[in-house]
């Protein structure tokens, strides 16, 4: 269950992110409500994961999996540079946060 609800932290942290974009380009109401919800969702889920995982390894996976798929949702839906060197350093944070859950 610590699992499903670290992975679940990290999908509502790559929505507040991509939410941040969102209402930085249209200045809407709706933007700031749902930026605001997903982070907390996000920390909300993050603290429910905390309970049995260890705190180092729960953030660093958080925070990898927030600032991946930050990355890539900019790459699909925003226009940001697809080069092969991003995607690369991209599989690099992942693989970290693997790494790091292998030897904990």
Same mark, same amino acid.
Do not use: P
């Given at each position: ?15 507040? +992110?991509?939410? %941040? ?16 919800l997903s982070f907390g969702a996000s ?7 905390m309970e049995t995982l260890p705190m ?18 900019? %790459? ?16 690099? +944070? ?11």
């Open positions: 269950m610590a699992w499903i609800s670290l992975l679940a932290a990290g999908l509502f942290e790559m929505a507040g +992110v991509a939410m %941040m974009n969102k209402f930085h380009q249209d200045k809407k109401w709706s933007s700031i409500i749902l930026l605001i920390f909300l889920f993050l603290s429910v994961a180092g390894t729960a953030y660093a996976i958080w925070t990898g999996i927030g600032a991946s798929g930050g990355a890539i949702i900019g %790459m699909l839906f925003y226009g940001e540079s697809k080069d092969w060197r991003r995607i690369l350093f991209i599989a690099m +944070v992942l693989s970290s946060a693997v790494g790091l859950k292998l030897v904990s």
